[in-house]
């Protein structure tokens, strides 16, 4: 059976870690899809969610759009072709079942058809069974315009398939700090727009974000962003599916019935 990810009501949530209006766990899925702008994004960004959910049984898979050639780390005379073999490597460490890889260009995605980046959404996530999507924050994270498209795809996809979306934030005071330190442009959220706070165990992810080694290799920012977050990870909902909507891809689409963002107090 598909798993539903219904947003608990404040009563429900709370734990240790977080305020009364956060949960301490990552939702059950049975097919958890993480849509991603760059190779190594799976791995700096949303390694120890993938790491969890396949901990919990779901079954994981990871589009990315572009192929990183754009990078200005790891000046390698065939960059697409070593963050190709970095992105397959690092998948292996986290558990990832199946790799999607487009090959829009870096650093343009925001300047390609739109409905093209919904429609290759879609058709992985059908190819996986997917009932959840896993994104970037609105804003990208890093205010990179590829995160924020890549982020965008994946909202409008899970609308019209009546999906959920769980987006990794960054809570605002490590945003603020990296945007100090590195003059960085970091996007964050107060707690009262994060919804789940986890305990992670890093091991994993670090030796996935090691396979990236044109990326990883002398950035401070990266290993800067992991000493501030320690052992906890960040995450908000952007999309839940309202009541009667499918729990799995594409039937809502084929409904032709109007969907409804939840999360429309964020931009």
């Not at 995160?147 to 990794?168: I, K, M």
């Not at 992991?226 to 891809?249: I, M, Q």
């Amino acid at each position: 059976m598909t798993a539903r990810h219904v947003r608990p009501s404040r009563s429900e949530m709370g734990g240790a870690m977080g305020t009364d209006s956060q949960t301490t766990a990552l939702p059950a899925a049975h097919s958890v899809l993480a849509v991603c702008a760059h190779p190594d994004d799976e791995s700096f960004g949303l390694g120890t969610a993938l790491e969890i959910f396949a901990t919990q049984g779901s079954s994981t898979a990871v589009l990315v759009f572009t192929n990183g050639e754009a990078s200005t780390l790891g000046l390698a005379a065939d960059l697409r072709s070593v963050r190709r073999a970095e992105l397959s490597n690092a998948a292996s460490e986290l558990g990832v079942g199946q790799i999607e890889l487009f090959d829009h260009p870096d650093g343009s995605l925001a300047d390609e058809p739109f409905e093209q980046l919904v429609t290759q959404v879609g058709q992985v996530a059908v190819l996986v069974g997917a009932d959840l999507l896993l994104a970037f924050d609105r804003g990208g994270i890093t205010g990179h315009p590829d995160h924020q498209r890549a982020t965008d795809a994946a909202v409008a996809y899970a609308e019209r398939a009546g999906l959920s979306v769980l987006a990794w934030v960054l809570p605002q005071k490590a945003a603020l700090s990296l945007n100090r330190e590195f003059a960085t442009s970091f996007v964050g959220r107060d707690d009262e727009h994060i919804d789940i706070v986890v305990l992670v165990n890093r091991t994993r992810q670090r030796r996935a974000i090691a396979c990236h080694t044109s990326q990883s290799t002398a950035n401070p920012v990266l290993s800067r962003r992991l000493e501030l977050l320690d052992d906890r990870e960040y995450f908000r909902w952007l999309r839940f599916p309202t009541a009667g909507e499918a729990s799995y891809p594409d039937q809502r689409a084929r409904s032709g019935e109007p969907h409804r963002p939840v999360r429309e107090d964020e931009p």
